[in-house]
């Protein structure tokens, strides 16, 4: 779920995103389940997936650990998440901004530094 995309001048994008996993979170307030009909809509497979909103991670668009679409080479936006899906996830990132639990990883970091 890309939370905030920014374009530089050059015409890259930089995006920050909440990765969707199948892991249970430890904590209720790390992650927001998917409901099986939004799922079903963006075409996911039909196992319980979280919006991780503890750990984000940021990255050169399109990201290292970005899935294609199925039969679309080159595509990774399956589609928009319902609007009040959105501001629960945005909701949870804040709370847990402001109680220091909120984690961002520099994703394509590693492979900057191997290019030097």
Known sequence: MVILAVKHEDGQSIVTVAPITH????????AIE?????????????HKSWMV?????????????????PNRPGFFAYGLLPR????????QVATLHRAQRLKIVQRDQDERESER
């Open 23 to 30: 892991t249970p979170p430890r904590n209720a307030i790390d």
């Open 84 to 91: 009040q899906l959105t501001r629960n996830l945005l909701q």
């Open 53 to 69: 909103a503890s750990e984000l991670n940021r990255f050169l668009w399109p990201g290292p650990d970005l899935r294609p679409i």
């Open 34 to 46: 998917l409901p099986i009909a939004t799922k079903h809509r963006l075409g996911l497979d039909d």
